[in-house]
């Protein structure tokens, strides 16, 4: 198991940017995929992108194009670059890991319009 702890959402206005971080520790070596998960408020949690242990990426349709998902080499932080962003990107933000094995806390991003 790995413990996660999310950092960096807040309150941006349609078009701004955001970084999240996803902090990584405990047995990083069990990790094959790190996923960002968004879940707005009356909806089921989603997953936005993922990123394999070794460096292959997806993203939904949704946030092609405005969303990159990185790593740094060990895998010990998960980042996702958030650009353009729109009203519909709100929600809570979970950094998962082995498609929903483990699970950080969340953080909020809030799009205004």
């Known amino acids: 198991q790995v413990q996660l702890m999310e950092s960096g959402g807040g309150l941006v206005q349609t078009g701004g940017s955001l970084k999240l971080s996803c902090a990584i520790s405990?047995?990083?070596?069990?990790?094959?995929?790190i996923g960002w998960y968004r879940q707005a408020p009356g909806k089921q949690r989603e997953l936005v992108a993922l990123?394999?242990?070794?460096?292959?990426?997806e993203y939904v349709d949704s946030v092609k194009g405005r969303f990159t998902i990185s790593k740094d080499k060990p895998m010990n932080t998960v980042y996702l670059q958030m650009n353009s962003l729109l009203p519909e990107d709100t929600g809570v933000y979970y950094c998962?890991?082995?498609?929903?094995?483990?699970w950080g806390q969340g953080t909020q991003v809030t799009v205004s319009s």
């Open positions: 998962g890991a082995n498609f929903g094995r483990d």
């Open positions: 990123i394999s242990n070794l460096g292959s990426r």
């Open positions: 405990g047995n990083i070596r069990s990790v094959g995929v």
